[in-house]
């Protein structure tokens, strides 16, 4: 069964931290380029970061490299994204994604990429 579960998402003040949970099942875990994704009201969805579960260097959105990390643990086939110094800008629904295979070097956060999606989960920060 295809599942991805994502939790973590809270309201903080800016300069605020969360970690996020995207709970992955074996069949959408293993071997895949997963990440994070946001869509704000009004707004495109956009990529935030994504790894590939096999190995590999974690991408970034230039908007949150040196605030947000990304990181994965194959024992809890989860991912995870620390997400620190947070902005107002932030605010926005975080969704994982997954898709099979290494991550596109060229293609990183073209949404339909990625075939596998969560429920999404809430971030909203306050000024």
């Known amino acids: 069964q295809v599942q991805l579960v994502e939790s973590g998402g809270d309201s903080v003040q800016a300069g605020g931290s969360l970690r996020l949970s995207c709970a992955a099942s074996r069949y959408t875990y293993s071997s895949s380029c997963m990440g994070w994704f946001r869509q704000a009201p009004g707004k495109e969805r956009e990529g935030v970061a994504v790894i590939y579960t096999g190995g590999g260097r974690p991408y970034y959105a230039d908007s949150v490299k040196g605030r947000f990390t990304i990181s994965h643990d194959n024992a809890k086939n989860t991912v995870y994204l620390q997400m620190n110094s947070l902005k107002p800008e932030d605010t926005a629904m975080y969704y994982c994604?997954?898709?099979?295979?290494?991550?596109?070097?060229?293609?990183?956060?073209?949404?339909?990429?990625?075939?596998?999606w969560g429920q999404g989960t809430q971030v909203t920060v306050s000024s």
């Open positions: 994604a997954a898709r099979g295979g290494a991550c596109s070097s060229r293609r990183t956060f073209y949404a339909y990429e990625y075939n596998y």
